[in-house]
């Protein structure tokens, strides 16, 4: 597979790919941050294959992760919780980098642009899930997984150049980290931010937002918090995840005329896998994406297609089929239904957590 940063450099260098901070960053610009910190860390001297990261600021993770990529390095992508060490333990890779080792520089360091090629195969990020049925586990995601989730997601969304997705998911999760490589794979401008319910539509509004995702609870905080909810006209879809979702958020989709997409998925299938577009009068009933087929084992929801992860870390590769411990029901037109979850569980916030972990 080619390096599409490297592509969009070459036929569009003065195009914005990414705001943050206010600040609109072009992919000639944001290539060049990735150059200097190739050029400031001396990667060609580190000897592991898998770097881990413990990186707070979104555009100096980001631009790490594509410097590893392009000197053949995997990173790990570690959060920054008060339970770092049971997440090291479990995938045995050092921290090597934080936020004061990488610095952001969009000045030029190299005019000279090569063709960088990567093997589809190889693994290409390491993300952790959020220890739904107990200790976090690593997952190897592959340049294929990532690409083809990206689209996947463009045959549901219909992206398109003048799209403005706001990213305000974690980078360190697999909803903010796939957002960025659909806009890198498609073309068009991601905004980088941290989510804020004060305002959260009003700016969706102000900035022409066309796409963007949340988890159920960040929706109702944004409703709350909002005086008067103007649903933007820009707004294509907003991608609802991460969570079961409740008959208020179904209320709110409705009473505010959200386009809304439901979607189903997880750190192990790349992000999303399956979803539908709310309507009243229509099934709740989610429809796997092409390419990717729904089963049963036991019960369990059983998922097979090219989104699905190599493998966790420091364990035998996948065929590209994982079975989730989600206890499912497959209706008669393919479409299935989540029935609950195998284990005793808490969510908050989108993060799905074992109540056994938490002990």
């Known amino acids: 597979m080619i390096d599409i940063l490297n592509q969009r450099v070459q036929m569009n260098p003065e195009k914005t790919f990414v705001q943050y901070k206010n600040q609109n960053i072009s992919y000639k610009q944001f290539n060049n941050i990735v150059d200097n910190i190739s050029d400031t860390i001396e990667l060609d001297d580190l000897r592991a294959d898998y770097i881990g990261l413990q990186i707070i600021d979104k555009l100096r993770l980001l631009g790490l992760i594509i410097a590893l990529n392009r000197n053949n390095k995997i990173p790990v992508l570690y959060p920054n919780y008060p339970n770092i060490q049971d997440y090291v333990q479990s995938a045995n890779i050092p921290i090597t980098f934080k936020d004061n080792d990488i610095s952001i520089n969009t000045n030029n360091s190299n ?97 022409k937002i066309t796409l963007v995702s949340m988890v159920p609870s960040m929706l109702q905080q944004a409703i709350h918090h909002t005086s008067i909810v103007n649903i933007s006209n820009n707004l294509k879809a907003m991608i ?3 969570a079961e979702i409740s008959s208020k958020n179904f209320d709110i989709i409705e009473k505010y005329q959200i386009p809304a997409y439901i979607a189903y998925g997880m750190s192990e299938t790349t992000s999303g896998i399956a979803g539908f577009w709310y309507h009243h009068n229509k099934s709740k009933n989610y429809i796997s994406h092409e390419h990717t087929n729904i089963s049963l084992n036991e019960s ?60």
């Open 111 to 207: 005019e000279n642009i090569t063709n960088i090629t990567y093997n589809e195969d190889s693994t290409q990020v390491v993300i952790f899930t959020s220890g739904t049925t107990g200790a976090p586990k690593a997952c190897r995601l592959t340049y294929k997984n990532i690409y083809k989730s990206a689209l996947q997601w463009n045959t549901i969304l219909k992206f398109n150049d003048n799209d403005i997705f706001l990213n305000h998911m974690p980078i360190i999760h697999v909803s903010g980290l796939c957002i960025f490589f659909r806009a890198l794979y498609y073309n068009f401008k991601m905004i980088l931010a941290d989510f804020n319910p004060n305002g959260c539509l009003n700016y969706i509004e102000d900035n």
């Open 300 to 359: 369990k929801i059983m998922i097979a297609g090219n989104t699905v992860m190599k493998g966790y870390l420091n364990d035998e590769n996948l065929d590209g089929t994982f079975i989730s411990n989600d206890i499912g029901e497959i209706q008669n037109d393919l479409s299935f239904k989540i029935k609950g979850r195998q284990g005793v569980i808490s969510n908050y916030g989108g993060e799905i957590v074992s109540k056994e972990y938490i002990k």
């Open 240 to 242: 609802i995840s991460g």
